[in-house]
């Protein structure tokens, strides 16, 4: 084995900012490294140098012993470097095949040659046992699909070296299990692949190395067969983790409750299914199941985004039916929103205005009607950034400079700073860091202990089971189990997901 890139010192400043702090990185031929850290670790940073996105402020890069420098992302792929960005960059109305030959297209007579590029497309994937329709439009393709045309584009490209920003993060157990096995199929046949996670168990079953990030620095480079879960996670969280804080005992009344609920357009086939559910006070019910099964539209149904078709939504006993979603907030609904970028923020807004979204109401920290008063909420905003750790350079900051996982934190300490009595938490720590989601937890599981009624939904089997005191298993727009926290095993929730039958 010998070394095919080569980072040695490398730092990245932005003003007085350490994005990266004489960072030295190799990788061999035929490796799996996998680089992993917490939100702003500095990450991303130091693989968009890698590939000619970024410029060092110092350090320097050698590719098979020589030194490079890469003024564009055309000068990486040239040596060979191809990089799968956390966010997809293709064209929906083109088809995977002219999205993978975009940019190098077979031609004849200098005209471009479809079939040709249909063709070698479906030999490319078949050589890496992916599999993917090449005449199918980008648009109707799922975002597994996605991935791999991304992945294929790179290959297309003569990439040797593959750089895999969080690719998982997007996708589905099933879908992660199939990234898996490709990438692994790559090493085989001598591509070297970087791939940028954070979920520890995913690092141990693909990665011959793993390289740790903390704070723009590395703090360890590990092979696989000499670390663990636990030493990894030291490394990333700069500390031991903490246990989930106690349970206190409740035994609340109903807080909220769904009767008969029926969601979807008459005549068609319905997206809820006469969905009842209860949730007490002091108490998180988990929704357990595969996304897309009716979670989305039960959360809809409860907020008020959706109108229902019959059934009814109480809370303590009263009909919040014909509120609005306004009047239900006043109510003291909550809710962290499942995508983020789509409700949980105003994107061009700066981290002070996305913060106070929904607190221009409250009299507390009015100065005139409708005016913040800044003064008021400040000290509010800055205790948030503390708790949760949100690494943000000020307030003014806009919002979308942020990592996705900071930005997270601050949707979830915004609407938990509500302290309002029902909380909808759906995929709270989606995206989020080991350090990240165990303050999640906390606050969440101290809101429970506080008297809040929460309902969770993810789609983390592991998350439902450490927090919740019910779970509930939706499939297919219905409620197909109920289990309670002792009885929970990932086995019977898993049997129940994929609409199968437990018996007691
Ligand atoms: N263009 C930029 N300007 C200023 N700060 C930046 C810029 N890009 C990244 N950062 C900061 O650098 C740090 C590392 O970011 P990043 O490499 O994206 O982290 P990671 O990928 O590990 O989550 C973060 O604190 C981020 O806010
Ligand atoms: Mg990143």
Same mark, same amino acid.
């Given at each position: 084995m010998s070394e095919r890139i080569l980072m040695k010192n490398v730092t990245k400043k932005y003003g007085d900012f350490y994005a990266n702090n004489e960072i030295t990185f190799s990788l061999q031929d035929a490796e799996i490294h996998a680089i992993i850290g917490e939100n702003g670790a500095g990450k991303t940073t130091l693989m968009r140098i890698l590939y000619g996105l970024e410029e060092q402020t110092s350090g320097s890069l050698y590719v098979n012993g020589k030194p490079v420098r890469f003024s564009s992302p055309?000068?990486?792929?040239?040596?060979?470097i191809?990089?799968?960005?956390?966010?997809?960059?293709?064209?929906?109305?083109?088809?995977?095949?002219?999205?993978?030959?975009?940019?190098?297209?077979?031609?004849?007579?200098?005209?471009?040659?479809? @079939?040709?590029?249909?063709?070698?497309? &479906?030999? #490319? =994937?078949? %050589?890496? *046992?992916?599999? !993917?329709?090449? +005449?199918? /439009?980008?648009?109707?393709?799922?975002?597994?699909?996605?991935?791999?045309?991304?992945?294929?584009?790179?290959?297309?490209?003569?990439?040797?070296?593959?750089?895999?920003?969080?690719?998982?993060?997007?996708?589905?157990?099933?879908?992660? @299990?199939?990234?898996?096995?490709?990438? &692994?199929? #790559? =090493?085989? %046949?001598? *591509?070297?692949? !970087?791939?940028? +996670?954070? /979920?520890?168990?995913?690092?141990?079953?693909?990665?011959?190395?793993?390289?740790?990030?903390?704070?723009?620095?590395?703090?360890?480079?590990?092979?696989?067969?000499?670390?663990?879960?636990d030493e990894l996670a030291t490394l990333m969280v700069g500390r031991d983790l903490k246990e989930v804080p106690p349970r206190a005992a409740q035994n609340g009344a109903t807080h909220l409750e769904v009767k008969n609920v029926v969601v979807g357009e008459k005549g068609e086939k319905p997206t809820l299914h006469h969905v009842s559910l209860q949730v007490k006070q002091g108490e998180i019910v988990g929704i357990a199941g595969v996304s897309g099964n009716g979670q989305s539209e039960l959360i809809q149904a409860i907020t008020g985004l959706i109108p229902i078709e019959s059934g009814d939504v109480t809370m303590d006993g009263e009909s919040v039916n014909e509120l609005t979603v306004y009047e239900r907030r006043q109510k003291g609904?909550?809710?962290?929103?499942?995508?983020?970028?789509?409700?949980?923020?105003?994107?061009?807004?700066?981290?002070?205005?996305?913060?106070?979204?929904?607190?221009?109401?409250?009299?507390?920290?009015?100065?005139?009607?409708?005016?913040?008063n800044r003064r008021r909420f400040r000290p509010l905003v800055t205790k948030w950034i503390e708790q949760f750790a949100i690494k943000t350079n000020s307030l003014q900051q806009q919002i979308d400079q942020l990592s996705g996982g900071?930005?997270?934190?601050?949707?979830?300490?915004?609407?938990?700073?509500?302290?309002?009595?029902?909380?909808?938490?759906?995929?709270?720590?989606?995206?989020?860091?080991?350090?990240?989601?165990?303050?999640?937890?906390?606050?969440?599981?101290?809101r429970r202990n506080e008297g809040a009624s929460i309902l969770l939904v993810s789609s983390e089997?592991?998350?439902?089971?450490?927090?919740?005191?019910?779970?509930?298993?939706?499939?297919?727009?219905?409620?197909?189990?109920?289990?309670?926290?002792?009885?929970?095993?990932?086995?019977?929730?898993?049997?129940?997901?994929?609409?199968?039958?437990?018996?007691?």
């Open positions: 055309t000068e990486a792929i040239k040596r060979g191809g990089m799968v960005h956390q966010h997809f960059m293709l064209f929906p109305h083109l088809t995977v095949a002219e999205n993978i030959v975009i940019g190098h297209e077979p031609s004849s007579a200098g005209l471009f040659n479809r @079939k040709k590029a249909v063709s070698q497309v &479906k030999e #490319l =994937a078949a %050589s890496y *046992k992916m599999t !993917i329709d090449p +005449t199918k /439009k980008v648009k109707h393709c799922s975002v597994g699909e996605q991935q791999r045309i991304e992945i294929l584009k790179v290959l297309y490209q003569g990439a040797e070296t593959i750089i895999l920003d969080e690719p998982t993060a997007v996708l589905t157990p099933h879908e992660v @299990k199939g990234l898996m096995d490709t990438l &692994k199929l #790559l =090493a085989t %046949s001598g *591509k070297s692949i !970087i791939i940028i +996670t954070h /979920k520890l168990k995913e690092v141990m079953a693909c990665a011959n190395r793993i390289t740790v990030l903390r704070n723009g620095e590395v703090t360890g480079s590990r092979h696989v067969d000499e670390t663990s879960e609904i909550s809710h962290i929103p499942e995508d983020r970028y789509q409700w949980g923020i105003a994107k061009s807004a700066s981290v002070a205005e996305n913060a106070l979204m929904g607190y221009q109401y409250i009299d507390a920290y009015q100065s005139v009607r409708g005016v913040i900071n930005i997270q934190k601050l949707v979830v300490a915004r609407e938990l700073g509500h302290e309002s009595s029902f909380l909808i938490a759906a995929e709270p720590t989606r995206g989020v860091d080991i350090g990240a989601m165990e303050r999640i937890h906390e606050a969440l599981i101290e089997l592991s998350e439902i089971r450490t927090l919740s005191d019910r779970i509930v298993v939706m499939f297919e727009g219905k409620i197909v189990g109920e289990l309670s926290r002792d009885e929970a095993t990932e086995e019977k929730i898993s049997i129940l997901m994929a609409g199968g039958t437990v018996h007691a």
